[in-house]
């Protein structure tokens, strides 16, 4: 069992950052691949980064290339997400994720590939 909760989340204006952190606990925690997705209303949770378990590779969608970055504490078993650049439409629920098998294969783009989910944590970005 994983368990995952983030913080960090609230209201920026548009151009502005917020960091998100995600402390993880259970027996797997350190082992695991992690990640963030992000759900709005009406819509299904879409896929934000990865990372591996040893943060040495990162994946991320092509809407937040190059304005976010994943980044993980194994020491302390919490994972970042650093937003930049912040847009109107990164208004979302972010939730972190946990992924025991850490393989990296053409599913980790999907929801249920994830196992383990935090609470979620709300961003909205003003226009």
């Known amino acids: 069992q994983v368990q995952l909760v983030e913080s960090g989340g609230g209201l920026v204006q548009a151009g502005g950052s917020l960091r998100l952190s995600c402390a993880a606990s259970?027996?797997?925690?350190?082992?695991?691949?992690m990640g963030w997705f992000r759900q709005v209303p009406g819509k299904e949770r879409e896929f934000v980064a990865r990372?591996?378990?040893?943060?040495?590779?990162?994946i991320y969608a092509d809407s937040v290339e190059g304005r976010f970055t994943i980044s993980r504490d194994n020491a302390n078993d919490t994972v970042f997400l650093q937003m930049d650049s912040l847009k109107f439409e990164d208004t979302a629920v972010y939730f972190c994720v946990a992924d025991p098998s850490g393989l990296t294969t053409t599913d980790i783009y999907r929801a249920t590939r994830y196992p383990y989910w935090g609470q979620g944590t709300q961003v909205t970005v003003s226009s």
């Open positions: 259970g027996r797997t925690a350190s082992t695991a691949a």
């Open positions: 990372v591996s378990r040893g943060g040495g590779f990162r």
